[in-house]
T-cell receptor
Framework: DAGITQSPRYKITETGRQVTLMCHQTWSHSYMFWYRQDLGHGLRLIYYSAAADITDKGEVPDGYVVSRSKTENFPLTLESATRSQTSVYFC????????????FGEGSRLTVL | KNEVEQSPQNLTAQEGEFITINCSYSVGISALHWLQQHPGGGIVSLFMLSSGKKKHGRLIATINIQEKHSSLHITASHPRDSAVYICAVSEGGGADGLTFGKGTHLIIQP
């Protein structure tokens, strides 16, 4: 199906475990983003990518790692999960136009115990 | 960094009422987005605008570039409009994403 999909939608893990959230888009959009959404903070940018093999930090990158070996995939890894990383994570993509419309995935709700 | 302020933070209204949500920002932008998020749901883009006014069904979005202000209006509101409405701005100068407001939580009572 066309669009942007995230997996898993729900994940419970323990402190110190490694977790990877997957994001896949079928539009061949150049730009992809990872945001986290927390009460009182709204959406905050974790990492973004302008193209395959090009990634850069956003506002809150500490504790996260990303990669983009293929245009359509942009996984987000928490190398050693902490309770403060309990959040809802949204992946988004946008075409080449700098002010283009943003398309969001359904979100991944992560709980770190 | 752009500062995006939304008002009100929370709004409860009766079905049929005309709704206005406001968004102001501090630095010039290339585009402003209005997003909708239903409880427990994903985020959907409603409008992207850089000038003037756009209309889609019962939703109207306006922007005043000089005043750095945008409004989202909902006419003949309905309980299914209950959601969080998020304003976000793009400065367009690089490859980064958007700066988001904290959202307006709208409840439409039948």
């Amino acid at each position: 199906d066309a669009g942007i999909t995230q997996s898993p939608r729900y994940k419970i893990t323990e402190t110190g475990r490694q977790v990877t959230l997957m994001c896949h888009q079928t539009w061949s959009h150049s730009y992809m983003f990872w945001y986290r959404q927390d009460l009182g903070h709204g959406l905050r940018l974790i990492y973004y990518s302008a193209a395959a093999d090009i990634t850069d930090k956003g506002e809150v990158p500490d504790g996260y790692v990303v990669s983009r070996s293929k245009t359509e995939n942009f996984p987000l890894t928490l190398e050693s999960a902490t309770r403060s990383q309990t959040s809802v994570y949204f992946c988004a993509s946008r075409g080449t136009h700098l002010a283009g419309e943003l398309f969001f995935g359904e979100g991944s709700r992560l709980t770190v115990l | 960094k752009n500062e995006v302020e939304q008002s009100p933070q929370n709004l409860t209204a009766q079905e049929g009422e005309f709704i206005t949500i406001n968004c102001s920002y501090s630095v010039g932008i290339s585009a402003l987005h209005w997003l909708q998020q239903h409880p427990g749901g994903g985020i959907v883009s409603l409008f992207m605008l850089s000038s003037g006014k756009k209309k889609h069904g019962r939703l109207i979005a306006t922007i005043n570039i000089q005043e750095k202000h945008s409004s989202l209006h909902i006419t003949a509101s309905h309980p299914r409009d209950s959601a969080v409405y998020i304003c976000a701005v793009s400065e367009g100068g690089g490859a980064d994403g958007l700066t988001f407001g904290k959202g307006t939580h709208l409840i439409i009572q039948p």
